[in-house]
C-alpha cells in the first residue's frame, strides 16, 4: 500500500525519498498456511484480555466470560484436520463474535454468525457446541471460498474487498482490514 495525501494519488507522501509503504502481513498470508502459535497461546490471549469463563446465557453475561475461553485446541485440530491457519480464523472470530461475547455465539454456540444477515440475525444456524462452529466453519465455509472450482473464490487470503475472502463473504470494505489487525494484536502478543 503506498500512501498519498490526496484521493487522486498525485501528492505522495515520502519517507527518506521514496513513496511512503505499507505492506499487511495478515491480509495476505493465505489461509492454507500453518501457524506458529499453540493452543495455549490462544487460551492465554483470550485470558490476558480478561475473560476466564465460558458464559451460560448472553442475559447473564459478566465482563469476564467468553465463549473463546480455551477453545485453542478446537482452532489448532481445524488446522491440522482441514489445512486452514487456525490464527487467521481465531481473528476472524474474535472480530465476527465480539471476542466470544456477542448474543448469537452465545444463544447459538455460533462464533461466526453463519446463516444471520444484517436484517435477520435470528437465522443464524445453532451448534451443538462450539467446537462444532469451528470445524464447519474451517471444514466447509472457508474451504469453499478459498477453492478455485467455488463460485465464491476469489482469492487464498482475507484480501480487500476487491480481490479476497472478503469479496463475497463481508459487507464491510474494511472487514479484512479488522481481522488482520486481529491476527497481529494476537501474533504480538
Known amino acids: ?51 476466564n469463563t465460558v458464559p451460560t ?5 459478566q465482563s469476564n466470560q467468553s465463549m473463546l475461553v480455551n477453545q485453542g485446541a478446537a482452532f489448532k485440530f481445524g488446522e491440522a484436520k482441514y489445512g486452514i491457519n487456525s490464527l487467521l480464523i481465531y481473528a476472524l472470530a474474535m ?16 462464533l461466526y454468525g453463519w446463516g444471520a444477515y444484517d436484517s435477520n440475525v435470528g437465522a443464524a444456524k445453532r451448534f451443538n457446541d462450539i467446537q462444532s462452529s469451528i470445524y464447519e ?14 463460485w465464491r473464490f476469489f482469492s487464498t487470503s482475507l484480501g480487500t474487498k476487491n480481490s479476497g475472502l472478503a469479496t463475497k463473504y463481508a459487507s464491510d470494505p474494511y472487514w479484512a482490514n479488522k481481522i488482520a489487525g486481529w491476527a497481529y494484536r494476537i501474533d504480538r502478543y
Not at 446465557?57 to 453475561?61: K, V
Not at 472480530?95 to 455460533?110: F, Q, T
Not at 466453519?137 to 467455488?150: A, Q
Request: avoid cysteine; charged fraction near 15%; aromatic fraction near 18%.
Open 57 to 61: 446465557s448472553y442475559a447473564t453475561l
Open 137 to 150: 466453519f474451517m471444514g466447509l465455509h472457508i474451504r469453499g471460498f478459498i477453492s478455485i472450482e467455488n
Open 95 to 110: 472480530h465476527e463474535s465480539g471476542s466470544g461475547r456477542s448474543s448469537i455465539a452465545i444463544n447459538y454456540l455460533n
Open 1 to 51: 500500500i503506498r500512501f498519498y495525501y490526496d484521493i487522486g494519488l498525485t501528492q505522495p507522501v515520502y519517507d527518506n525519498g521514496i513513496i511512503g509503504e505499507y505492506y499487511n502481513y495478515y491480509q495476505y498470508l493465505p489461509l492454507r498456511s500453518e501457524s506458529n502459535l499453540s493452543s495455549t497461546d490462544f487460551d492465554r490471549y483470550v485470558s490476558a484480555l480478561g475473560y
